[in-house]
């Protein structure tokens, strides 16, 4: 009998680091506690205080062994990193950031991951940075069907599908079979369905990213 594995994406890297790590291992150690065929398949997230950061504002600080032992802890489990670069608000003089690209200069094995939204930072880093697989963001809001199926044609590792799709049983189901494997369902969305002010909602958090970041 075919048999699927759930792929799980858990957040997130810093601020709840320990508890993450608590739970793969014991997913490891205890597989009795769980359900059958389950694998945390990244841990998303940042360190404060990324410019580049999206989802989330995050500020604080991270020094650099913090952020290297973090990224080691995580992968030593053969689990990647994904870090969410989806701040709507950057522009390209934004891409000069020092502080983003030693991250991404110090994660860079080709195992762990990058979330983009900009097509401007996902151009950049994709030269400057190739070993990265790429996941296009949800929070791109894309909810038009042809319009996923270009996103599709994009190199791209996954796409995080807007959340109004987890319910309408009818569009999910013209999604091609082949392209399934590359579908992420967002499954903890705070929105209303097809919330008007959920865009403005993100680019507030931007704002409030780039102020953690002054």
């Given amino acids: 009998a075919f048999k699927m594995k759930a792929k799980f994406h858990i957040p997130d890297i810093w601020v709840h680091k320990d508890l993450n790590l608590y739970?793969?291992?014991?997913?490891?150690?205890?597989?009795?506690?769980?359900?059958?065929?389950?694998?945390?398949?990244?841990?998303?997230?940042?360190?404060?205080?990324?410019?580049?950061?999206?989802?989330?504002?995050?500020?604080?600080?991270?020094?650099?062994?913090?952020?290297?032992?973090?990224?080691?802890?995580?992968?030593?489990?053969?689990?990647?990193?994904?870090?969410?670069?989806?701040?709507?608000?950057?522009t390209e003089k934004d891409l000069k950031d020092k502080f983003c690209n030693h991250l991404c200069a110090i994660a860079e094995n080709g195992f762990n991951e990058l979330i983009v939204n900009k097509p401007f930072l996902e151009d950049y880093v994709r030269r400057n940075y190739p070993k990265f697989p790429l996941v296009s963001s949800t929070v791109k809001q894309i909810e038009d069907y042809d319009q996923l199926m270009e996103e599709f044609k994009k190199d791209y590792k996954l796409v995080v599908?807007?959340?109004?799709?987890?319910?309408?049983?009818?569009?999910?189901?013209k999604i091609p079979q082949e392209l399934r494997s590359r579908v992420e369902i967002l499954i903890n969305p705070y929105c209303t369905p097809h919330c008007k002010r959920r865009k403005q909602h993100y680019e507030v958090l931007g704002e409030s990213q780039r102020k953690c970041s002054k």
């Avoid at 807007?162 to 999910?172: C, M, V």
Wanted: proline share 5%.
């Fill in 23 to 90: 739970l793969i291992d014991m997913i490891k150690e205890h597989p009795e506690f769980f359900y059958d065929d389950i694998e945390i398949a990244s841990c998303y997230g940042c360190f404060p205080s990324a410019l580049w950061n999206g989802g989330r504002a995050l500020g604080g600080f991270a020094n650099e062994s913090q952020i290297r032992q973090t990224i080691k802890a995580f992968n030593d489990r053969n689990v990647p990193i994904r870090y969410t670069f989806t701040n709507p608000t950057l």
């Fill in 161 to 173: 599908l807007d959340y109004n799709w987890n319910n309408d049983f009818e569009k999910l189901d």
